[in-house]
């Protein structure tokens, strides 16, 4: 199978635009530094720690969103809650963290495989699906909350809190799994097909792609990834019923800020990076300012808009230009044409 990936263009975000999550990470990080007149070092570190969890669930988000108009996974939120329960409790009842963390995962692909049946089997919108299979996530975690009495592997903590040459191991890990998600989109049919999906999915019918088998795998990665969120998260602080509350905007807007087109066609791995150290570094900035919970997440979804504002005016510009480009070469036609007669 041929499969013909084209690139889009879109304003400020061309070229490179995983560069301004990580601009932007870099500003807030001297203006904590030059509030608190602290080292600069602690702040970075810290961040490193808390960044990875929100990149995991990112990257599962941004593979989603690349799918084309409408798929977006809201469900994220509450996947990581459920499987922060039920990861601690099979590591507790089996002694071992792997299972643990596969357990987490399996949660995850399992309320995946609800949402990829809705959408794919009955029709029903994505975001209509992932919501519904999160409130039954979320029902599910409400009940398995009340007297839950096991406690996080303490190996798996410690291996969390590990931080060879400064640098948090888990930080080293998912900088690891983002090369892979790299090479996923590029080197694989699977990657090829999702962009091409996320294009044109009619185009990608024609071309004889297995749409319906992308759309399905792309979901089920998606709730792979917030399950092993779920699950490292839980080890590290503890399971909560709301526990994955804030990674559902938080998820989309990294993927957004990271440069990944909220219309599909385009995937930034590294972006989500940047876009999530700017969202921990963002936190801390206006936690050291006071702000509430509310100005917070006002401010994150200003920062969203204001993304999408910038790259619909590129899409807009874009648009102008090829139209001026056609008309300029259909005016040169013609007074060829002319000439020749």
């Given at each position: ?52 969890y929100l990149v995991i669930v ?86 398995t909350a009340n007297g839950f ?193």
């Amino acid at each position: 199978m041929n499969i013909r990936v084209t690139r889009q263009w879109s304003g400020p975000w061309n070229g490179a635009p995983w560069i301004w999550g990580f601009a932007s990470a870099a500003l807030v990080w001297l203006v904590i530094l030059a509030i608190s007149g602290q080292g600069g070092g602690q702040t970075v570190s810290l961040a490193l720690s808390l960044a990875p969890y929100l990149v995991i669930v990112g990257l599962g988000q941004m593979l989603v969103i690349s799918a084309g108009p409408g798929n977006i996974d809201v469900s994220v939120g509450s996947v990581i809650s459920l499987a922060g329960f039920v990861s601690v409790a099979a590591a507790s009842a089996t002694g071992s963290a792997a299972v643990g963390i596969l357990s987490g995962i399996g949660v995850g692909v399992l309320v995946a495989a609800v949402s990829a049946v809705a959408i794919l089997g009955l029709s029903v919108p994505p975001i209509i699906a992932t919501l519904a299979a999160g409130l039954v996530a979320s029902s599910i975690t409400l009940s398995t909350a009340n007297g839950f009495t096991a406690v996080p592997d303490p190996g798996l903590r410690s291996a969390l809190n590990l931080r060879p040459v400064g640098i948090p191991l888990l930080a080293l890990a998912i900088a690891v799994l983002t090369v892979l998600v790299v090479a996923l989109l590029r080197r694989t049919v699977y990657g090829r097909s999702l962009i091409a999906v996320g294009q044109s999915r009619r185009a990608a019918e024609r071309a004889g792609i297995p749409v319906a088998r992308i759309i399905g795998a792309t979901y089920l990665l998606s709730g792979a990834l917030a399950g092993l969120t779920g699950a490292l998260l839980a080890a590290y602080i503890a399971p909560s019923a709301d526990l994955g509350t804030r990674y559902l905007l938080d998820s989309v807007a990294v993927v957004v800020i990271g440069g990944t087109l909220i219309s599909g066609g385009r995937a930034v791995p590294v972006g989500v990076w940047g876009a999530s150290v700017f969202f921990i570094l963002l936190d801390g900035l206006v936690n050291l300012v006071g702000w509430s919970t509310a100005a917070q997440n006002l401010l994150k979804g200003g920062l969203v808009l204001f993304v999408l504002f910038l790259a619909g005016g590129g899409d807009r510009t874009a648009s102008l230009f090829r139209r001026r480009s056609r008309t300029a070469t259909a005016t040169t036609t013609s007074t060829g044409d002319d000439t020749d007669g």
